[in-house]
């Protein structure tokens, strides 16, 4: 019997001893389990990687993290696509070196101790690095227990995540088919965008680039013109295809805090499911404001990486879905403990979950989507033909909901080999400066 049997079996024969002798001391309990995994060799990592890889040529970074049982091996999400590189040296510079020779199957402990091995801490960097091995960390135990992750977290609490999708169209015209043809895929929750964040094709003159100020290449917004569209999308959208299908918004931190304030107030009429990043985490101050204005239901988070980012907005009840991206935060470990805290306050989930998240990190999203309580929606994804290669084991979508595979952890495993034929673009990969008409930047 090889020893992920031999523990399974010491499991059952712990759970059926308990059930036929309830009267029995919990030493003697104790004792039997010591005596039926006496013997086995504690699991070490080994080594700790990370593997860059852009299939769908966004570029994601996974880490693997082996261990002492030959063949025994998790995978961790640690996707920054503006900065792969530097998680990379994160993860096999200073992650691997640490965590070498470390116990496996202490996660808590683990990320207890790698999330100060930097002294200095709570950055973008540096958290999706701990995240890709605490990650890794949770696949290899579920391995262990032979369950999938959910199984870890306490189990189902609905059968499938919820998801919604994106629709986006540059005028209404084109919107309303997108948004008919997600409705027609069974999506109940649609994320409804003029055009790109802001809505830039709406704004007419770019005097920047007349003036030669920044690069021809840089991109334009106004505030003015996108937020006075963005309201007639609204009220288009819900009276051509009716009350039922939910909408979502991203004004993604783009505009002054007080136009936002007026535009989440004007949507409200419009009963959205939720307004996306209504301020840039520096504006985290103008929640207040916000909740005494409306009470049209806020997500916030995919900046955030620092607790002291969220635990404010949450305890005071400001915002109504929390919207981090995990690994950005840390992972798994981190993001339960803020899904715990959310359960308290009425606030739900919404993870992070664009392109720039691997199937890993989406397995990862869904798994702790399945097991708490207070879910709210998932942001789906489409894979390409090549991720899914890559990926075997990738998250699936029916019906509007996400489903994860029943194998052991995360589910997902990686094709080293195929990963490799698809290095990272030559482009480094930066977000693209939006400016005002007159040059000025605007925040993200
Ligand atoms: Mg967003």
Same mark, same amino acid.
């Given at each position: 019997?090889?020893?992920?049997?031999?523990?399974?079996?010491?499991?059952?024969?712990?759970?059926?001893?308990?059930?036929?002798?309830?009267?029995?001391?919990?030493?003697?309990?104790?004792?039997?389990?010591?005596?039926?995994?006496?013997?086995?060799?504690?699991?070490?990592?080994?080594?700790?990687?990370?593997?860059?890889?852009?299939?769908?040529?966004?570029?994601?970074?996974?880490?693997?993290?082996?261990?002492?049982?030959?063949?025994?091996?998790?995978?961790?999400?640690?996707?920054?696509?503006?900065?792969?590189?530097?998680?990379?040296?994160?993860?096999?510079?200073?992650?691997?070196?640490?965590?070498?020779?470390?116990?496996?199957?202490?996660?808590?402990?683990?990320?207890?101790?790698?999330?100060?091995?930097?002294?200095?801490?709570?950055?973008?960097?540096?958290?999706?690095?701990?995240?890709?091995?605490?990650?890794?960390?949770?696949?290899?135990?579920?391995?262990?227990?032979?369950?999938?992750?959910?199984?870890?977290?306490?189990?189902?609490?609905?059968?499938?995540?919820?998801?919604?999708?994106?629709?986006?169209?540059?005028?209404?015209?084109?919107?309303?088919?997108?948004?008919?043809?997600?409705?027609?895929?069974?999506?109940?929750?649609?994320?409804?965008?003029?055009?790109?964040?802001?809505?830039?094709?709406?704004?007419?003159?770019?005097?920047?680039?007349?003036?030669?100020?920044?690069?021809?290449?840089?991109?334009?917004?106004?505030?003015?013109?996108?937020?006075?569209?963005?309201?007639?999308?609204?009220?288009?959208?819900?009276?051509?295809?009716?009350?039922?299908?939910?909408?979502?918004?991203?004004?993604?931190?783009?505009?002054?805090?007080?136009?936002?304030?007026?535009?989440?107030?004007?949507?409200?009429?419009?009963?959205?499911?939720?307004?996306?990043?209504?301020?840039?985490?520096?504006?985290?101050?103008?929640?207040?404001?916000?909740?005494?204005?409306?009470?049209?239901?806020?997500?916030?988070?995919?900046?955030?990486?620092?607790?002291?980012?969220?635990?404010?907005?949450?305890?005071?009840?400001?915002?109504?879905?929390?919207?981090?991206?995990?690994?950005?935060?840390?992972?798994?470990?981190?993001?339960?403990?803020?899904?715990?805290?959310?359960?308290?306050?009425?606030?739900?989930?919404?993870?992070?979950?664009?392109?720039?998240?691997?199937?890993?990190?989406?397995?990862?999203? %869904?798994?702790?989507?399945?097991?708490?309580?207070?879910? $709210?929606?998932?942001?789906? #994804? &489409?894979? /390409? =033909?090549? *991720?899914?290669?890559?990926?075997?084991?990738?998250?699936?979508?029916?019906?509007?909901?996400?489903?994860?595979?029943?194998?052991?952890?995360?589910?997902?495993?990686?094709?080293?080999?195929? %990963?490799?034929?698809?290095?990272?673009?030559?482009?480094? $990969?930066?977000?693209?400066? #939006? &400016?005002? /008409? =007159?040059? *000025?930047?605007?925040?993200?």
């Amino acid at each position: 019997m090889n020893r992920r049997n031999l523990i399974k079996g010491a499991g059952l024969g712990l759970a059926t001893g308990l059930f036929s002798m309830a009267s029995k001391t919990e030493e003697a309990i104790a004792s039997e389990y010591a005596k039926a995994t006496k013997g086995l060799p504690r699991l070490k990592i080994t080594n700790v990687k990370a593997i860059l890889t852009a299939p769908q040529r966004i570029r994601l970074c996974v880490v693997k993290v082996e261990t002492s049982e030959p063949g025994l091996y998790g995978l961790g999400c640690a996707t920054f696509n503006q900065r792969p590189l530097p998680v990379a040296v994160a993860v096999d510079k200073y992650l691997n070196p640490f965590a070498k020779g470390r116990d496996a199957d202490n996660i808590e402990d683990m990320w207890q101790n790698a999330y100060t091995s930097s002294y200095w801490r709570n950055g973008p960097v540096l958290n999706n690095a701990l995240s890709g091995l605490d990650q890794a960390l949770w696949d290899i135990k579920g391995k262990r227990a032979n369950m999938p992750v959910y199984q870890l977290l306490g189990g189902k609490c609905r059968f499938a995540a919820d998801c919604y999708t994106h629709c986006s169209g540059r005028d209404l015209k084109q919107l309303e088919s997108s948004v008919r043809r997600a409705m027609k895929e069974n999506f109940r929750h649609i994320r409804i965008q003029l055009g790109g964040y802001g809505s830039p094709h709406l704004s007419e003159k770019p005097h920047f680039k007349d003036a030669e100020f920044g690069l021809s290449s840089d991109s334009h917004m106004d505030p003015g013109p996108y937020v006075r569209a963005t309201i007639k999308m609204f009220e288009h959208i819900r009276s051509a295809c009716g009350e039922e299908v939910e909408l979502l918004h991203d004004i993604h931190e783009r505009i002054p805090p007080i136009q936002a304030i007026n535009l989440v107030k004007e949507l409200e009429k419009y009963h959205p499911f939720f307004i996306e990043d209504p301020f840039a985490p520096e504006d985290n101050g103008y929640f207040k404001l916000l909740r005494q204005q409306t009470s049209t239901p806020i997500a916030m988070g995919e900046l955030f990486n620092n607790p002291h980012e969220w635990v404010g907005l949450v305890s005071e009840r400001l915002i109504d879905f929390i919207r981090v991206h995990i690994s950005q935060i840390g992972g798994l470990t981190v993001a339960r403990k803020l899904a715990a805290l959310c359960e308290w306050f009425n606030v739900r989930s919404a993870w992070h979950g664009p392109g720039d998240v691997s199937p890993v990190g989406h397995a990862a999203n %869904a798994h702790l989507d399945l097991a708490i309580p207070n879910f $709210g929606i998932q942001e789906s #994804v &489409r894979f /390409s =033909d090549k *991720t899914k290669e890559v990926f075997p084991g990738y998250p699936t979508m029916k019906d509007g909901y996400m489903y994860v595979n029943e194998a052991p952890g995360l589910g997902v495993d990686i094709d080293e080999n195929l %990963a490799a034929k698809f290095p990272l673009p030559e482009h480094p $990969g930066y977000w693209s400066p #939006v &400016r005002r /008409s =007159d040059g *000025t930047a605007v925040r993200p």
